[in-house]
């Protein structure tokens, strides 16, 4: 008898434990999607204002051209460290439509970096070319570009003078990204000046 309830328990710790991995998986990925927590124009700041960027026909990230400003949404992605309420901010992907504001050389040790927009690399975690961060408190919609390997993180877009007006390349008018701990926050915000 002892050995018919030996087994009999063992059958069900056994079956348990096979049931539990099937459901979990399906669970796991869906509350690792990355998820829209903000939404607006992706902005920059001369003259402490927030006006919008366009994209050239190539997709690239353009400042003084004319054109139609970027609408955007914040997506934070669970699966990469640091999001609130851990930390005071989000880390994620920016949507521009179905895909993704990509900075295009990530691997580069030195800046510029220029921004496009290209398909997203995972629903659940971007490249490092794709993820950003987006602040929750003290500096909320504060957006900054977290960066290759080894920098702090906070990679905004190089000022060309104290006005805070962006710096372009001449001829395409890129905008110009660089500078850790040094650069203009980007805000996503729901209203242009």
Known sequence: MKSSLAL???AFFALGVQAAPAAEPAAAAASKTCKTVHSGYFAVHPNGGNQGVTLNQNNQVVYGKPGTPIKVQFQS???LLGNYPDEDIYVGRILVGSKCLTIDNPTSSTGPYYAKVAA?????KPSAGQ???YGTSDDKG???WKGPAGSAGHIGYIPA???GTP???KATRLLKIGCDHECINFNIVSKLD
């Open 161 to 163: 003078d104290n006005t």
């Open 77 to 79: 992605c669970p699966s």
């Open 8 to 10: 009999a328990v063992a």
């Open 142 to 144: 504060v957006v900054y």
């Open 120 to 124: 997203c690399s995972s629903s659940t």
């Open 131 to 133: 993820t950003w961060t």
């Open 167 to 169: 710096l372009v390349s």
